[in-house]
């Protein structure tokens, strides 16, 4: 049976993610969007919040974590997100995380660079 869906879109946190010394220096915008997978027939229901997740919750764990910490390149950084949400929410079976990098160092014209990955509770 498919699982339910809670997204959150495009997080905005301003942090010093990058290879390159100006970057962990100057700082950059990034966007994060969660999407993740859980049973909410439980919380539909009963209209009850315990019986859900927190979007409040999770925007401040993602903004944490991205400002709190620097990695070199965004895929450490959405599996670093990744990884605490699934220990930080038990209802939570499965998660996206979408890391954008709007003003990435890269010689070309384009509108932003985007890493997604996917977990499971499984491979937690």
């Known amino acids: ?10 997080i905005g946190v301003f942090a ?8 962990g220096r100057l700082g950059q915008r990034f966007y994060i969007t969660i999407e993740a997978g859980l049973d909410l027939a439980p919380a539909g229901r009963s209209d009850d919040l315990t019986q859900s997740v927190s979007y409040a919750d999770i925007a401040a764990r993602v903004q944490e974590i991205s400002v709190g910490h620097r990695f070199r390149i965004i895929e ?7 990884q ?3 220990h930080a929410f038990p209802r939570i079976e499965e998660i996206k995380v979408v890391v954008e990098k709007p003003n990435a160092a890269v010689a070309a ?9 996917h977990r499971t509770r499984r491979a937690v």
């Open 84 to 86: 605490d949400l699934l």
């Open 76 to 82: 450490a950084l959405a599996e670093a997100i990744a």
């Open 109 to 117: 014209i384009l509108d932003t660079i985007r890493v997604a990955i």
């Open 1 to 10: 049976m498919p699982l339910d869906r809670i997204t959150i879109e495009r």
């Open 16 to 23: 010093y993610h990058g290879v390159y010394e100006e970057e």
